[in-house]
């Protein structure tokens, strides 16, 4: 059964810092993996997709990386803006279902 | 293009009742799937539908239903509804089915039993 891990929980950073949030994966047969961001009470934005032949993608200030052997990936945030402040999610995908990490509460100071 | 969309946003119940949600998703996608979040659990897979039937489900009890239209537009019905049903759902849709599709989510339905 996959399991999802992301690490750390949480998160406080001051603006401007440069920072990394972790997802770990059990099972490496997945198909891609999604990161997204969510405000409090809100549904989820779609932040970055990795296929699974693929080893990163880059949108703006964020870089997601996929290391599908050794069930990681990391998703960097250049320059953080208080405007980041959010729950960050990892999900990867096989061909049944998403499974979804816990997610990493991120703050970042003005 | 719309986004998905879900109705109602909010949402109240008394125990022992039922609700209908429904999702539509963004046009040309045939895949709607359906999660459910809780502060305890997360956000955990329900079921999904690709061209009118189910074609996968979670590890969640018969009381949790669905279906597709043929215009895609799906619903999730709970019945006998129970405390701990109390939770954010949500509904994305894709191009396809299976896991090689990138999946767009809605705003959600919270749903509170009282």
């Known amino acids: 059964k996959q399991e999802v891990t992301q690490i750390p929980a949480a998160l406080s950073v001051p603006e401007g810092e440069n920072l990394v949030l972790n997802c770990s994966f059990t099972?490496?047969?997945?198909?891609?993996l999604q990161w997204f961001r969510q405000d409090p009470g809100k549904g989820l934005t779609s932040l970055l997709l990795?296929?699974?032949?693929?080893r990163e993608q880059t949108s703006g200030r964020l870089n997601a990386s996929l290391d599908k052997s050794s069930g990681r990936s990391t998703l960097y945030i250049a320059a953080s803006q208080p405007g980041d402040s959010a729950t960050y999610l990892c999900a990867v995908q096989n061909n049944n279902d998403m499974r979804f990490g816990a997610g990493t509460r991120l703050t970042v100071k003005p | 293009k719309a986004g998905v969309t879900q109705t109602p946003r909010y949402l109240i119940k008394t125990r022992g009742q039922q609700v209908t949600l429904s999702c539509s998703p963004i046009?040309?996608?045939?895949?709607v799937s359906w999660y459910q979040q809780t502060p305890g659990q997360g956000l955990q897979f329900l079921f999904e539908y690709f061209s009118e039937t189910q074609r996968n489900k979670g590890n969640f009890p018969g009381r949790f239903s669905g279906r597709q239209f043929s215009n895609s537009r799906s619903e999730m019905n709970v019945s006998t509804l129970e405390l701990g049903d109390s939770a954010l759902y949500l509904c994305?849709?894709?191009?396809?089915?299976?896991?090689?599709?990138?999946?767009?989510f809605g705003p959600g339905t919270r749903l509170t039993v009282l």
């Open positions: 994305a849709s894709s191009l396809g089915a299976g896991g090689a599709n990138e999946q767009f």
């Open positions: 046009s040309g996608h045939r895949s």
């Open positions: 990795i296929q699974s032949s693929q």
């Open positions: 099972d490496s047969a997945i198909y891609n």
